[in-house]
């Protein structure tokens, strides 16, 4: 499965930003999709996750009620709408496919490359 995530940039603060991430090569609606994030000197770290029927999602604590995880499977795109954006969400963005075990925990299988968001305050 290759990822290509598209969509950062620069934003103000409390702006909006939405990313995209197209898949290839694979069944798209066999894999659960994820996001996750990587700030200078910091760990990649979750954001947020999808299951495959896309009836299910999870956030990280600190995206919760602003980033909104979707997936279109007629196009094998997943998105990450980002609302009220804080200097804090400013990291490198990376897509995956991957799968939930039985603890609910998502695993990533895949990943796409990054795509730089910044936050300006």
């Known amino acids: 499965v290759q990822l290509q995530a598209s969509g950062g940039g620069l934003a103000q603060a409390g702006g909006s930003m939405r990313l995209s991430c197209a898949a290839s090569?694979?069944?798209?609606?066999?894999?659960?999709m994820g996001w996750f994030r990587q700030a200078p000197g910091k760990e990649r770290e979750f954001v947020a996750a999808?299951?495959?029927?896309?009836?299910?999602?999870y956030y990280q604590d600190s995206v919760k009620d602003r980033f909104t995880i979707s997936r279109d499977d007629d196009n094998n795109t997943v998105f990450l709408q980002m609302n009220s954006l804080k200097p804090e969400d400013t990291a490198v963005y990376y897509c995956?496919?991957?799968?939930?075990?039985?603890?609910?925990?998502?695993?990533?299988?895949?990943w796409g490359q990054g795509t730089q968001v910044t936050v300006s305050s």
């Open positions: 090569g694979g069944t798209f609606s066999d894999y659960a």
């Open positions: 995956s496919a991957g799968y939930f075990d039985g603890r609910n925990s998502y695993n990533p299988t895949y």
């Open positions: 999808i299951t495959w029927s896309g009836l299910h999602f």
